[in-house]
């Protein structure tokens, strides 16, 4: 067993293994070149991100999705890029309406410049890709612009919380389709497209994608809370400082709410108080380790997971099938 990029996805082929691996690597030269500028300074900050590395999940599943048609097609890798400088963008902005210090592992882009900067650097990320996107052919464009509508949909509705009434994990969920699950399940339609797929197939693979993509970004909630930071290149308990309410701290609440064990609402008490105090922020990291709650957001996170393999059903026997049902098994990994 071998696995491929950062990500570590199990990849027991070794001539599916070489394709991908040649095909991340010209991603990641891809983009290089398109974050370069004649301005040396938006160089410097829109290389930023690409320099610091990450799991490049997204070009990983688009080159993965590929391989059920022509994965050389000349639109494959660049829609690549695309997905990722798209993703990278978001990154930039959410940073700065997190106040997140650290990303990836180095000093965010507001923290290192300032908030202006990481914003237009975030639009100026935004720009080529549209750019590269235009090349790919008007249903690239729209498919691109779609996710791009659903982004700011999700975010917009993790900003204004759940409506009166509205159950907050099924509001959660549905804001992580959006913010998370969107992207990801373009990056699985775009390599289905770009390689010539079938329609079918196509279809298969972004319900997969965004599937995925719900199960990754709630282990990224477990991850916030169980991690020491290595793996996620945030300081953990990053969303308890800012006062998000990932999914542990919904579980709890639900649990509280439900008349759980006495120290439940004392906890909930402590997170709904000043959590830039690190005494403060310390004692409530550690009472959700301890906490079922964080049982329980794994457990969903596997759900998720879990369904993002059934989907794969329809799709051909073969290595790449094969390693797309490895992701889940990887997303179930960061979870444990």
């Known amino acids: 067993m071998t696995v491929v990029g950062p990500f570590g996805v199990s990849v027991r082929d070794q001539a599916l293994e070489a394709d991908v691996q040649a095909g991340l690597a010209a991603v990641e030269a891809g983009l290089i070149e398109a974050t370069k500028s004649d301005v040396p300074f938006i160089t410097e900050t829109a290389q930023h991100l690409v320099r610091a590395g990450g799991k490049r999940f997204r070009p990983l599943l688009l080159l993965l999705a590929a391989q059920f048609g022509d994965r050389d ?3 494959v890798v660049p829609a690549a890029v695309v997905v990722e400088l798209t993703h990278l963008a978001t990154l930039y902005h959410d940073d700065i ?15 290192r410049w300032n908030n202006s900067v990481a914003v237009l650097t975030g639009d100026f990320l935004f720009s080529r890709a549209s750019t590269i996107v235009a090349d790919l052919g008007t249903e ?6 779609e996710a791009f509508e659903r982004l700011v949909t999700g975010q917009i509705q993790e900003t204004a919380g759940p409506r009166e009434g509205e159950d907050p994990i099924a509001h959660h969920f549905e804001v ?25 197939v196509v279809n298969v693979l972004a319900q997969y994608g965004e599937r995925i993509g719900v199960a990754f970004q709630l282990a990224d909630d477990v991850l916030d809370i169980a991690s020491d930071g290595q793996e996620s290149g945030k300081t953990p308990g990053t969303d308890l400082r800012e006062g998000v309410a990932t999914l542990p701290v919904l579980r709890l609440r639900e649990m509280a709410a439900k008349g759980g064990a006495p120290e439940d609402a004392a906890l909930c008490a402590l997170l709904e108080g000043d959590l830039t105090d690190e005494a403060r922020h310390a004692e409530a ?11 329980a957001a794994r457990q969903d996170a596997l759900v998720f997971a879990e369904e993002a393999r059934r989907t794969l059903a329809p799709l051909p026997e073969g290595p ?3 390693a797309l049902a490895g992701l889940c098994d990887a997303v179930a ?3 444990a």
Do not use: C, F, W, Y
Request: proline letters at 8%; glycine letters at 14%.
């Open 285 to 295: 990291l550690a009472g959700l380790r301890a906490h079922p709650a964080l049982r």
């Open 73 to 75: 097609a000349p639109g």
């Open 320 to 322: 790449a099938k094969e």
């Open 176 to 200: 992580i389709a959006g913010k998370t699950g969107s992207l990801i399940a373009v990056a699985g339609r775009m390599g289905g497209l770009m390689s010539g797929a079938p329609e079918p």
């Open 97 to 111: 309406m997190d106040e997140a210090e650290v990303r990836r592992g180095v000093p965010s882009a507001n923290a």
């Open 140 to 145: 690239a464009v729209r498919i691109q612009a």
């Open 333 to 335: 990994d960061r979870t």
